[in-house]
């Protein structure tokens, strides 16, 4: 029974370093897919509703650890301390969660699950004029794939087509975009 506690400590400990080193972000959409979700998409679950990284390596730290601790220094029998270790080790899952859902994952402005913000400051170019009264359109490549999207002008000022822009936000698939010489003239 001790070689079973002192594998899941060990790989606790293994899955946890992978985990601090490769980050437990959102995986990445494919390259060539949809830019902006579907509307018949299924909303991805929360973090604490899928098994991670960080659940399993707070269980089989804890798990191995307690296991490990009880079986070599109490006086308890292997089904009490098989019990004990489980509970130990749920508890490390859970607080492992709490940890990213509370201070890993607390939700930077900057970071957002919101598509649109994949591609705010993006560089485009102009393949449609952009009038004072009616939207043009604007290509741009994202994650391996091109993109062309309805455009206007964040000031409302014409842009010629072939222009280089920068996409401020998008609202209702319209990208609102300013001139990169503006841009430029301010960094």
């Known amino acids: 029974m001790s070689p079973l506690f002192l594998a899941s400590l060990i790989l606790g400990l293994l899955v946890g370093v992978f985990a601090m080193l490769h980050g437990v972000e959102r995986p990445a959409p494919t390259a060539g897919g949809d830019l ?10 929360p973090p604490s509703a899928r098994l991670n990284l960080p659940m399993i390596a707070g269980f089989a730290t804890l798990f191995g650890a ?3 601790l009880l079986l070599r220094y109490s006086a308890l029998s292997s089904p009490w301390v098989v019990a004990a270790a489980a509970v130990a080790g749920g508890l490390g899952a859970a607080a492992a969660v709490a940890v990213v859902a509370k201070w890993a994952l607390r939700g930077d402005p900057l970071e957002s699950d919101d ?20 939207p043009g359109e604007i290509t741009f490549e994202l994650q391996g794939g091109r993109h062309t999207v309805r455009a206007r002008s964040v000031d409302g000022a014409p842009v010629a087509v072939g222009d280089e822009v920068v996409i ?20």
């Open 66 to 68: 307690t296991g490990y």
């Open 168 to 187: 401020e936000r998008i609202e209702n698939d319209v990208a609102y975009v300013e001139s990169w010489s503006v841009v430029e003239g301010r960094i």
């Open 36 to 45: 902006l979700p579907r509307a018949d998409a299924p909303p991805p679950p």
């Open 115 to 134: 598509p649109h913000h994949l591609i705010q400051g993006h560089p485009a170019r102009v393949t449609a004029r952009i009038g004072a009264d009616a």
